[in-house]
Nanobody, 112 residues
Framework: QLVESGGGTVHPGGSLKLSCVAS????????MRWYRQSPGKARELVAM????????TLSDSVRGRFTISRDNAKMSVYLQMDNLTEEDTGVYYC???????WGRGTQVTVTT
């Protein structure tokens, strides 16, 4: 199971930190991903971090503004989002690709 939290409504330029807590599988053995689905758009891969946290990738649209991290002891993955823009609005999901496992998502709204 994956449970996301930390979404909310912020103004442009604001920050949010998303969390995803995992249970029921060997969290420390899998890569973790954050996706988002913005209104009217397909679901987009935003960030990925490898099983031990030593490597990660970010999409071009968020690089330099978002940071992905994980704490295997807490079975959690995080997405720190800074300098948010209205284009970052959407539902953010964490995912384990190898298990085809998705959380229910957390809503992020960036608005003036």
């Amino acid at each position: 199971q994956l449970v996301e939290s930390g979404g909310g409504t912020v103004h442009p330029g604001g920050s949010l930190k998303l969390s995803c807590v995992a249970s029921g599988f060997n969290f420390g053995a899998v890569h973790m991903r954050w996706y988002r689905q913005s209104p009217g758009k397909a679901r987009e891969l935003v960030a990925m971090i490898v099983y031990d946290g030593t490597q990660w990738t970010l999409s071009d649209s968020v690089r330099g503004r978002f940071t992905i991290s994980r704490d295997n002891a807490k079975m959690s993955v995080y997405l720190q989002m800074d300098n948010l823009t209205e284009e970052d609005t959407g539902v953010y999901y964490c995912n384990v690709q190898t298990l085809n496992l998705w959380g229910r998502g957390t809503q992020v709204t960036v608005t003036t």
